[in-house]
């Protein structure tokens, strides 16, 4: 019997749900860290900024869940991950060094709701990422330009050396509406006139959307950095609810 | 002490559990009564499940203990949890 409660409203429970996908294609991005497009049959689609837990099953059955942001959006069951090795890792060396194409590993989500861009949204939009806090940055980016949205957006890009970039090449296309600040930290290409050094408040004067227009913002990034910005903004006079944080800790 | 995440970091656990996603859900701090999203509490993963503190007197709101069988949720630093539907 079908109560009108489930056929009203009730959504079939598939967030919390294991997919398998498939391993499409893989790319190189960094020295430490590449790409993966997954084909994973029910996803659904997922928003700009989401996320996905990736599941790894050893031989002996040992389990290990991480979560990682996925750098596409739409509504197709397709994903990118982009990934960064973390030397220690139980899963990131594994992504990176090992996955290969037609290979399965489990993933759930689309996940989180808030730290989401969607093409609804008419307001300017301030991304901030450091090292691998682009990817779910770049799924903003990705889904303004293929919803044609006027919403003026900029990024301020954080990492080590431009070697180290993500998605350089897609970043480096001009993209109406987009504008893009690098910022190394370690290794300056001659002829910039920023010193190499991490993100201070004087970048974000100099290069962010100020308060003063009401940018949405997300940062993301490691820890330190992500606090660091997020002081940074609110120092400046963004107020502390149009700022969108993701950390991605030390694991 | 491991580095915290957000609160956005629970949206895969949880939703094992509860079919909206929680991390939408604004909780009242019992501590200072400060109300915020879920997402924007700080997360500290332990082997055993995550510590969930609010972001602006870092009062414990929930501890999430993962068991092969079970979830054990305690609730002990949240007046509330409002959850949109």
């Known amino acids: ?251 | 002490m491991p580095e915290p995440v957000d609160g956005n970091a629970l949206a895969g656990p949880l939703s094992e559990l509860f079919s909206a996603d929680l991390t939408l859900a604004t909780g009242r701090c019992l501590g200072c009564g400060d109300v915020s999203e879920l997402a924007r509490a700080r997360v500290y993963p332990d082997p055993t499940g995550y510590v969930v503190r609010c972001s602006q007197c870092d009062d414990v709101l929930m501890v999430i203990v993962e068991e092969p069988d079970s979830v054990c949720l305690e609730l002990r630093g949240m007046s509330w949890l409002k959850v949109p539907r």
Request: hydrophobic letters at 40%; a negative charge; glycine letters at 12%.
């Open chain 1, 1 to 251: 019997m079908i109560t009108e409660r489930e056929t009203r409203d009730a959504p079939p429970h598939r967030v919390g749900l294991w997919h398998v996908g498939v391993v499409v294609s893989t790319a190189p991005q960094t020295p430490t860290g590449r790409s993966i497009v997954l084909d994973v049959p029910g996803w659904g689609g997922n928003l700009a900024g989401q996320h996905a837990d990736v599941r790894l099953t050893a031989p002996d059955g040992y389990q290990a869940v991480r979560s990682y942001s996925i750098a596409s959006a739409g509504e197709t069951d397709r994903v990118e991950l982009a990934v960064d090795r973390f030397p220690d890792g139980e899963v990131s060396p594994y992504l990176v060094d090992d996955l290969a194409v037609g290979d399965q590993v489990e993933l759930r989500g689309p996940l989180g709701g808030w730290f989401v861009w969607t093409p609804a949204q008419t307001e300017p939009v301030q991304l901030i990422g450091g090292g691998s806090g682009i990817v779910p940055l770049m799924a903003m980016i990705r889904s303004h330009a293929d919803s044609a949205s006027a919403a003026p957006f900029r990024l301020l890009y954080s990492l080590r050396s431009p070697g180290d970039a993500f998605f350089r090449s897609e970043l480096e296309t001009p993209t109406p509406g987009l504008d893009v600040t690098w910022l190394y930290t370690r290794g300056t290409p001659a002829g910039l006139p920023r010193a190499a050094g991490r993100i201070t408040p004087d970048d974000l004067a100099a290069s962010a959307f100020p308060p003063s227009i009401s940018p949405a913002v997300f940062v993301c990034g490691p820890t330190g950095f992500v606090e660091t910005v997020a002081n940074a903004l609110v120092a400046l006079g963004h107020d502390p609810h149009r700022v969108k944080t993701e950390r991605f800790g030390g694991a």
